[in-house]
C-alpha cells in the first residue's frame, strides 16, 4: 500500500484537512510537517485535523523521537496549533499516544479520535 498524504486548508472553517493513508515512515512524518507553512495554513492559531485512519504507521515507538524537532520548528511558526488525530488501528492509536504523551510542547496540544464527528467537535468547540 503506497504511503500517500493530501491537505487543505478550509478558510470557511479555519482548519487544516490532512488525511493520510498507506505504510507511513517517520520520515514521510517529517517531510509532511516541514512542508507546513502560514501560507499553506494562515492562521496563527493553526486548527488541524489529520485522518489517519489509512495510516499503517511503519516505525516503532523509540524512533518517533526523530519527529520532535520538526513538530518544535512548526510550533514555532504559530502561537498555538490545536491538533485532532483519528485513527482505527491499536499500533496507530498508541504510537501517536507515546508521541503525545512526550512531548513538551507548550503551543501544541494533540488529542486523538476514533471518528471525525468527535474530533470536529473537538476541535471547534474546546
Known amino acids: 500500500m503506497t504511503f500517500v498524504i493530501k491537505d487543505f486548508f478550509d478558510s470557511t472553517r479555519k482548519i487544516l484537512f490532512v488525511t493520510i493513508s498507506g505504510i507511513t515512515s517517520i520520515e514521510d512524518l517529517n517531510q509532511w510537517i516541514t512542508s507546513i507553512t502560514p501560507d499553506k495554513a494562515p492562521e496563527k492559531y493553526l486548527k488541524m485535523i489529520t485522518d489517519a485512519r489509512g495510516a499503517i504507521y511503519n516505525f516503532k515507538a523509540e524512533d518517533?523521537?526523530?519527529?520532535?524537532?520538526?513538530?518544535?520548528?512548526?510550533?514555532?511558526?504559530?502561537?498555538?496549533?490545536?491538533?485532532?488525530?483519528?485513527?482505527?488501528?491499536?499500533?496507530?492509536?498508541?504510537?501517536?499516544?507515546?508521541?503525545?504523551?512526550?512531548?513538551?510542547?507548550?503551543?501544541?496540544?494533540?488529542?486523538?479520535?476514533?471518528?471525525?464527528?468527535?474530533?470536529?467537535?473537538?476541535?471547534?468547540?474546546y
Open 64 to 125: 518517533s523521537k526523530a519527529i520532535d524537532k520538526p513538530l518544535e520548528e512548526l510550533c514555532r511558526k504559530y502561537t498555538w496549533i490545536k491538533a485532532a488525530v483519528i485513527h482505527k488501528n491499536p499500533k496507530e492509536t498508541a504510537l501517536s499516544m507515546v508521541l503525545r504523551n512526550r512531548l513538551e510542547i507548550k503551543n501544541y496540544s494533540q488529542v486523538i479520535f476514533s471518528t471525525m464527528e468527535a474530533a470536529e467537535n473537538w476541535i471547534m468547540n
